[in-house]
């Protein structure tokens, strides 16, 4: 696939799959068996993408993501994003705080045969919780 093509599938995660509420893509623009990665001592680590759309849907309905800056070399397509979201579900055994909460970080996607087959996500987990008020400031 060319460097276009992995960028293409890559917005299509962040357009269509989050900002649309397109769930159903997933085994559009994802490998069957897509690996996440997090970093140690994040917050949340679902098992699976579905998991955590729906986790996130649940939670942040009206999340939306801003793609800053899109590179890609390769096979690998590095994003830097932010989002703005409201907390009107449960997250975490917490319940809703109805706070309005952003976000940013970087994700870099390894691209296979047009869909994404790894995903490496790093945000600021510590200051989510700290805007939701689940931790002190």
């Not at 893509?25 to 993408?49: C, V, W």
Request: charge should be negative; glycine fraction near 8%.
């Amino acid at each position: 696939m060319s460097v276009e093509a992995n960028k293409a599938v890559v917005t299509r995660y962040w357009e269509d799959f989050w900002n649309q509420k397109q769930g159903d893509l997933i085994s559009e623009i994802t490998t069957e068996d897509l690996q996440l990665h997090f970093p140690p001592g994040q917050a949340h680590q679902p098992p699976s993408l579905k998991r955590w759309f729906e986790t996130a849907q649940s939670a942040f309905p009206d999340v939306h993501f801003t793609m800053h800056d899109l590179i890609a070399e390769g096979d690998i397509v590095v994003c830097r994003w932010s989002y703005v979201a409201t907390n009107t579900g449960g997250f975490l055994g917490h319940e809703a705080t109805n706070l309005r909460v952003t976000d940013q970080g970087i994700n870099m996607f390894r691209v296979e045969n047009g869909k994404i087959a790894e995903l490496w996500m790093s945000g600021d987990s510590l200051g989510l919780l700290h805007q939701l008020g689940v931790l002190p400031s």
